[in-house]
């Protein structure tokens, strides 16, 4: 079986600083992993994705997530919070299985 | 240019009754999947149908019936509404491929049984 853990239900992070969310992953075979967010009363819209190759992923929106085998993590990461980036982000998995599976969601306030 | 398109957006009924809800995708994918969110907005997969065969079926009650009339749409149908079918319900659509298993979401159908 395959699983996600957001260990955080909640960040908070100033405007301008780095923030962080965190992700880790249990799957059998090659992980790929994803990172969507959800805006209030929208759908999930994707952020970026780790397939193979560099472990430094960049994607939409400044945000990058870094894939760390050994740790089975995947955090997500931007340099410098907007108030804008205030969202519901979830990390996702996909192995050998043909589903993805979704951890619980991370609700990120960037305070101004 | 709406990718994942649902209708409707907003449906209120009363338990017992039958409704469906409807997804087209115009990004000429494969695969298209139903999941539910609930009130702590934890997402779960309900089904998938690749080229309108079904290929993922989670454990979910059989009131709830995916139909897919061709490979842009994929419909849903849930028989005899109850008070715990409240849920946000999306549509979404990805290629087979892995390299391409990007899921693209719709706006979501929020389902609110009385």
């Known amino acids: 079986a395959q699983s996600v853990a957001q260990p955080e239900d909640q960040v908070n992070v100033a405007e301008g600083n780095p923030l962080t969310v965190k992700c880790t992953y249990s799957v059998s075979g090659n992980p790929y992993l994803f990172w969507y967010v959800q805006y209030p009363n929208r759908g999930l819209q994707f952020l970026l994705k780790?397939?193979?190759?560099?472990?430094l992923v960049k994607g939409s929106y400044g945000f990058e997530a870094e894939f760390n085998k050994s740790q089975t993590s995947f955090h997500l990461k931007k340099p410098s919070a907007l108030v804008s980036d205030s969202a519901l982000y979830f990390c996702a998995v996909r192995g050998s299985a043909r589903q993805l599976t979704f951890g619980s969601g991370t609700q990120l306030t960037v305070l101004p | 240019d709406t990718a994942v398109s649902q209708t409707p957006k907003y449906l209120v009924t009363q338990m017992g009754n039958d409704k469906s809800i409807k997804c087209e995708q115009n990004l000429g994918h494969d695969t298209m999947y139903w999941y539910k969110q609930d009130s702590k907005k934890f997402l779960k997969i309900m089904f998938s149908y690749n080229n309108k065969e079904l290929i993922i079926n989670e454990t979910v009650p059989n009131r709830f019936s995916p139909k897919s009339p061709d490979k842009a749409h994929l419909n849903l149908h849930i028989n005899s509404l109850e008070l715990g079918d409240s849920a946000v319900y999306f549509c979404?659509?990805?290629?087979?491929?892995?390299?391409?298993?990007?899921?693209?979401f719709g706006p979501g159908t929020r389902l609110l049984v009385l």
């Open positions: 979404a659509s990805s290629q087979e491929l892995p390299e391409r298993e990007t899921q693209y």
């Open positions: 780790y397939i193979t190759g560099d472990n």
